[in-house]
């Protein structure tokens, strides 16, 4: 390391020991002066956490006795010791082999005694040497050592490398304040390689084991290269400390200004008689709290998180959060409301007008009405008597929970009774939501937390009673988060809703005021007790007759509109909608149905915009394939697939309605196998052991040869295969595909049925009747077979639709296989017939 002389000149109680020649002329350092270094015995002094390098000088201070003992037996005889570094610091004696192998023959020029018994050496290193062996251990170390000369070839490398150090140590030097700028020009005027390589080692800041590590390497072209990586790194080192270090200061002196801004920016309000910046937020705040109109508990929770503003700092974090707390809660609507129209002429006038049919709804809504117009007025009049119950509150609100396959005017009713009612509109989709926290909120505790969605939409419609419409309830998720649905339940409960509670308001909100409204497919996957907290209204398939009515009222001028069309420009014939219904969509609702239409409308613009038809355009029937392509379902499909014994068609109730399955029943040579395909759930595959059961029980009264099981494996499949199926109502259709395949009777193709059957042949009720009897008239059958329990349901089915088709009630199979079965032909009589040939010729082969 660099030293300054003068800080070697001794003090006033320090005591001189000996002086060099050298040292008494002052920096006359001149290499011939030196001594030659006695190679055969030379004391060894170890160090500890420092490396001595040739042709540097270096202070050492020693307080060891053998330390101190080795200056006093060889000063000032022998000047010459091996200094060389210890392999570990923290040991104070070491031994030999705790020793390196290599170290520096340095030169004592100076020592002084201290007072407080340690001595200080100023040493000179001479030449690399290497320890051979060692001669004495004891009161210190002997060595005989040889020295170790460097290699060093005088070349453009080396000339290329030493600048490389030069440069990278002025480098150093500029960003390490603590280093004196004179280093820079010793080392910018150093000729020497190798004194280059140790001015610049014994200058940086290198831990013991790097300094030995370069000592010990022979080539001076090494060193520098090294030391060219290691200055390399220091630099990057200390550029990046300074970088955060001007960041650091450059924000605090940012902060600085911005405080004595603020501070003047105070003064300057004061002297102007305003307010500041804080004071200007709670005075905002306590006037918008006095004008909210929150309950007592809400405004004393407000006042109190207010008054905890006030003492708070403004550059506090806390202050942001509470800030943000009280602007929520002072724009909640606690008494903002739309006044509600309560004309029930305008109300059943708005949803005739944006809905067909769903007569259910609509009544259910102008009784709603009904029931606020005569409370209000009698309560105006003052003829309302008090009969209110002590335990359960008056309910203004209501909930409704829609149910019905996709396409059917769910959603889009939540808008109409809004506009018929007068009042605000706000939706929330409730599929895929997992967290609990979604509905009631994340507490403030959290970072970054805020109320739940319940809170946020209300604030956001500014009013306490809109039409909350919250869609797809069917389809919320649950997981480690929390259940929504549970969740849902104080939200829904009229009981209870009331005094919601979200977690980050921590305050009761009343809900009662709102029209709750969700919509759902399916029942199924609704919790129990959240269906009890909503009155259920169903939703049913369109019949054809009521989609031709939509599309004619409301879903062609829409599609006009939306493909900028003008309403006499195109024109649709009643033949070509019945056409599209029938021959392009196959569906509860009439979304697809839109869609089709929207694609004639669009290829009608598109000839417009090109000027290829003036005037109007009618689309019959004829035109429809010309515009949508060819037919996507076809009628005659029922009665090519039921020609043949065995294939029954059945009424299936899906998520989007009801539909039509065929169920067809074969037999191969075999014994007493039945196999069932067709993604069949355990309910299916039981009604089907149970069919089969039945008809082998029956098979002497339907001329079945008794022993047909015992000699055939039947097959029953239902299509389609990838669709999963499952339920009992297919009973009846599986026993009566069973029977004709066994009696060789088709199934007359006009028939549909659906009922669940039990082992003595009674006939159960089912349930999705008016969705299953639409899908039969949907695709043309005239006739269904149904359970006479179901009778009463038939009430449901559209009058037209009821008109047009036949209904057999039944109450057993017999009856069943009665009306749905053909009449024998004469081959199937006499090959099923006891007695008759075997019926082996019509089994189908493998």
Aim: include cysteine; aromatic fraction near 6%.
């Amino acid at each position: 390391m660099d030293f300054d002389m003068e800080e070697w000149e001794d003090g006033d109680e320090d005591q001189v020991l000996y002086e060099s020649e050298e040292y008494i002329e002052r920096y006359n350092f001149e290499p011939e002066k030196t001594e030659a270094i006695p190679a055969d015995d030379l004391p060894v002094l170890p160090l500890r956490g420092v490396v001595v390098y040739p042709m540097m000088w270096l202070p050492l201070p020693i307080g060891q006795r053998r330390s101190i003992k080795l200056v006093e037996d060889n000063l000032p005889e022998n000047r010459i010791i091996a200094l060389v570094t210890s392999k570990d610091e923290n040991i104070e004696k070491p031994s030999p082999d705790q020793i390196h192998q290599i170290g520096t023959a340095a030169q004592v020029h100076r020592v002084l005694r201290t007072p407080d018994g340690t001595i200080r050496l100023l040493v000179q290193g001479l030449e690399r040497i290497r320890i051979i062996e060692y001669v004495q251990e004891d009161p210190y170390l002997r060595a005989r050592v040889e020295v170790l000369p460097e290699a060093m070839e005088q070349n453009i490398e080396l000339e290329a490398i030493m600048r490389a150090v030069q440069e990278q140590f002025r480098k150093l030097i500029d960003l390490e304040p603590q280093m004196p700028d004179e280093l820079t020009v010793m080392a910018m005027n150093v000729e020497n390689a190798r004194q280059l390589a140790y001015l610049v080692a014994s200058s940086m800041r290198l831990n013991a084991e790097e300094g030995q590590r370069l000592l010990e390497m022979d080539s001076i072209y090494d060193k520098l290269l090294r030391l060219t990586q290691l200055l390399h790194k220091e630099v990057e080192v200390l550029e990046l400390g300074r970088k955060i270090q001007s960041e650091a200061q450059g924000e605090m002196e940012r902060m600085q200004r911005d405080f004595f801004l603020r501070e003047q920016l105070k003064a300057i309000q004061k002297e102007l008689g305003e307010d500041d910046e804080q004071a200007a937020d709670t005075r905002e705040l306590e006037e918008r709290i006095a004008a909210a109109g929150m309950p007592e508990e809400a405004e004393k929770e407000a006042r109190r998180e207010l008054d905890r503003m006030r003492r708070m700092p403004i550059q506090a974090a806390e202050y942001s959060v509470i800030k943000t707390y009280l602007d929520l809660m002072v724009s909640l609507p606690w008494q903002q409301a739309t006044e509600d129209n309560l004309d029930i002429a305008h109300a059943r006038q708005v949803l005739d007008e944006d809905h067909y049919g769903l007569q259910d709804i609509k009544e259910r809504i102008l009784e709603f009405l009904a029931v606020r117009k005569l409370r209000a007025e009698r309560k105006r009049d003052g003829e309302e008597e008090d009969l209110r119950d002590k335990v359960r509150r008056e309910r203004e609100g209501v909930v409704l929970c829609f149910v019905g396959p996709p396409g059917v005017g769910k959603t889009s009713l939540g808008l109409s009774i809004a506009r018929a009612m007068n009042r605000k509109f706000v939706r929330l989709a409730l599929g895929g939501i997992r967290d609990e926290a979604e509905i009631r909120g994340f507490r403030r505790t959290y970072i970054g937390s805020m109320p739940g969605r319940i809170i946020q939409s209300l604030r956001r419609i500014e009013s306490k009673n809109p039409v909350f419409m919250l869609d797809e309830v069917d389809k919320l998720g649950r997981d480690f988060r929390g259940d929504p649905s549970s969740a849902l339940l104080e939200v829904l409960d009229p009981e209870q809703n009331r005094e919601f509670r979200d977690h980050y308001l921590d305050v009761p909100f009343d809900l009662s005021p709102v029209m709750f409204i969700t919509t759902a497919n399916v029942l199924d996957t609704i919790p129990g007790p959240l269906q009890d907290r909503m009155e259920i209204i169903q939703l049913s398939s369109y019949t054809e007759e009521e989609k031709v009515k939509i599309v004619q009222g409301y879903l062609i001028p829409r599609q006009i509109k939306e493909n900028g069309l003008k309403a006499g420009e195109v024109e649709f014939t009643e033949a070509a909608l019945h056409a599209i219904v029938q021959g392009y969509t196959r569906e509860a609702g009439v979304r697809n149905l839109e869609r089709e239409i929207g694609k004639i409308c669009r290829k009608i613009a598109a000839k417009v915009a090109a000027g290829e038809v003036e005037g109007q355009t009618v689309v019959d029937a004829a035109d429809v394939p010309l515009y949508l392509g060819r037919r996507k379902f076809h009628r005659e499909e029922i009665a090519e697939r039921t020609e043949l014994p065995g294939v029954a068609t059945g009424l299936a109730w899906t998520m989007t309605g009801g539909d039509v399955m065929f169920f067809e029943a074969t037999r191969v040579p075999g014994s007493k196998g039945f196999t069932l395909t067709g993604q069949l759930g355990d309910v299916m595959k039981e009604s089907a052991q149970a069919a089969l059961s039945y008809i082998r029980s029956r098979a002497a009264s339907l001329n079945i040869d008794p022993d047909f099981f015992a000699k055939s494996d039947i097959h029953l499949h239902i299509p389609a295969g990838a669709i999963p199926k499952d339920g009992p109502s297919a009973g009846i259709t599986m026993a009566t595909a069973l029977a004709s395949l066994l009696t060789g009777r088709p199934v007359r193709s006009d028939v549909g049925m659906t009922g669940e059957i039990t082992l003595r042949g009674k006939v159960l009720p089912i349930g999705g009747l008016k969705e299953k009897v639409l899908a039969a008239a949907r695709v043309g059958l005239t006739t269904v077979i149904l359970p006479k329990q179901n009778a009463a349901d038939l009430d449901d089915v559209p009058e037209t639709v009821r008109e047009q088709m036949k209904f057999i009630l039944v109450d057993t199979v017999d009856e069943v296989l009665a009306a749905a079965l053909e009449e024998p032909t004469a081959s199937a009589a006499a090959n099923a017939a006891p007695g008759a040939a075997p019926w082996a010729e019509e089994i189908l082969p493998h």
